[in-house]
C-alpha cells in the first residue's frame, strides 16, 4: 500500500515565492524517494515580513494537514519604509518574537516539524540608517533565525554557505539586484532543501551550516 505524501508547507517571502519550492519537491520526489513522496505547498508571498505573514498563519499553515513547514523571513523584515519612522519593520528583538511565535503555533497547533532557514548572501553595497553595510544586516537577521532555532531545539540551515559549490562565483546565485535568486541559485536552494526534507521524512537529523558572518 502506497504511503501518503509527506506534505510541506513553505512559507516565506519572494525568495521562495519564486519558484525553488516546487523544484524541490521534483528534487527529492525523483532522486532522493525511499519509499514515501512529498507534496510542498508554496505559501509564500513577495514582499512579506515576519511582522505581517504570522497575522497570517490561519490561511498560510493552519488550513493545510502539513507534516513539516519551512520558514524563511528576513529581507523584508530589515527593510526601512518609513512607516516606523527609524525602525526596520521589524527590528532583531521583534524579528526574534515573530519567529518564536510562527513556529511555536506550527508545532503546536499543527503538531508539524519546522525547519528554518538563513537566507543567502545579497549583494547590495548600500549602507542601512543603522550604518551597517546591507548584507551585514542580513547576516544579523540570520544570527536572530539560527538562535531561535537553537532555543526551540529546530534545525536549522545557513543558506549562505549551504548554496555554495566549488568553482561557482557567488554572484551566479543571483540577479543583477543582488537579493533575488538567478535560474541557478533557484536550483541550489531546491537541492538543499529537498536533501534536508528527506533527512526529516527519514527521522534522520538535518545537517546544520552555521558559518554566517557578522
Not at 519509499?35 to 498560510?60: C, H, W, Y
Not at 544586516?137 to 559549490?165: F, K, W
Request: aromatic share 6%; proline share 6%; hydrophobic share 40%.
Amino acid at each position: 500500500m502506497e504511503k501518503s505524501p509527506f506534505v510541506v508547507v513553505v512559507w516565506g517571502d519572494s525568495i521562495a515565492a519564486a519558484g525553488w519550492p516546487a523544484m524541490a519537491e521534483t528534487t527529492h520526489n525523483v532522486s532522493m524517494n525511499v519509499g514515501r513522496s512529498i507534496k510542498v505547498i508554496n505559501e509564500a508571498q513577495g514582499g512579506m515580513p515576519a511582522a505581517l505573514a504570522r497575522t497570517q498563519f490561519d490561511q498560510r499553515v493552519a488550513r493545510h494537514s502539513c507534516d513539516l513547514v519551512v520558514i524563511q523571513f528576513g529581507f523584508n523584515d530589515l527593510r526601512y519604509d518609513g512607516s516606523r519612522d527609524g525602525l526596520p519593520l521589524s527590528t532583531p528583538e521583534e524579528f526574534a518574537g515573530h519567529l518564536r511565535d510562527m513556529a511555536t503555533r506550527c508545532r503546536t497547533e499543527c503538531s508539524a516539524k519546522v525547519l528554518l532557514l538563513g537566507n543567502h548572501r545579497a549583494r547590495r553595497p548600500h549602507i542601512m540608517p543603522t550604518g551597517k553595510l546591507y548584507d551585514h544586516a542580513r547576516a544579523a537577521y540570520n544570527q536572530v533565525t539560527q538562535s531561535v532555532a537553537s532555543e526551540l531545539g529546530l534545525p536549522y540551515i545557513d543558506m549562505s554557505q549551504a548554496i555554495l559549490t566549488p568553482g561557482i562565483s557567488y554572484s551566479e546565485y543571483v540577479n543583477e539586484d543582488g537579493v533575488h535568486l538567478s535560474p541557478l541559485g533557484l536550483h541550489a536552494y531546491a537541492a538543499v532543501v529537498g536533501s534536508a526534507i528527506g533527512q526529516i521524512v527519514r527521522g534522520e537529523p538535518v545537517v546544520l551550516v552555521s558559518t554566517d558572518g557578522p
